[in-house]
């Protein structure tokens, strides 16, 4: 909405706005005149001064594109552009256009945290009576988040890192497994060549 970017501007206030693929932008931004950048990750940005439907002024979008997966490629038209995924920004800061795309990231991963706490630890259903059990009760749940967070970057490869809670239980948690009672020892056996040994493995050392 530009009343509020017209208001954020008006406070002389900076912002960083995620914006929809409209029409008038992925146009633009899928023309072949439009040259982009390569940054990180695969990632490639660029900017368009443009307006959108009943704005009254031009304002920065960075745009940023990221190639789709190659299964999915194949499965597409000849479209220009149609191989990328776009994501596009309204900003009125200076940053470079690969910093902003990067800045707004910090961001998401942190949604992308607390949307993990709320339906894989139940963070969202505290139904305890009392206000001050119910502090305790979610205190406790985010250690036990915090510390699995670290674990999981401390224990795992770089590629098992998007993984959340219940992706990781499912892998490494529910495994099969028979519990061999002896006279001074209980033992857990496991398959020779279960799924993800290897990483199995490395988290118990």
């Not at 809670?165 to 398959?191: G, Q």
Request: with cysteine; aromatic share 14%.
């Amino acid at each position: 909405d530009e009343k509020i970017i017209e208001t954020i501007e008006s406070l002389g206030c900076k912002y960083l706005i995620k914006a929809k693929s409209y029409s008038t932008l992925t146009s633009q931004a899928t023309n072949s005149s439009i040259v982009f950048v390569k940054g990180e990750e695969g990632r490639e940005t660029t900017e368009l001064y443009t307006k959108l439907v009943k704005w009254e002024k031009d304002r920065r979008f960075v745009v940023s594109r990221v190639l789709k997966p190659e299964k999915e490629r194949a499965q597409l038209s000849l479209l220009e552009g149609s191989e990328y995924d776009y994501f596009f920004f309204v900003t009125n800061t200076t940053l470079l256009s690969e910093k902003v795309v990067i800045y707004y990231e910090k961001r998401g991963n942190a949604e992308n945290y607390i949307k993990e706490a709320k339906y894989d630890m139940a963070v969202g259903h505290l139904l305890l009576k009392s206000f001050w059990a119910n502090e305790a009760v979610f205190q406790m749940m985010m250690l036990s988040y915090n510390l699995f967070l670290l674990f999981k970057f401390d224990s795992l490869d770089s590629s098992e890192y998007r993984q959340q809670i219940k992706t990781f239980r499912l892998k490494y948690v529910f495994l099969a497994a028979k519990i061999i009672k002896t006279a001074r020892y209980v033992i857990m056996k496991l398959s020779e060549n279960y799924p993800y040994k290897g990483v199995y493995e490395k988290c118990l050392v």
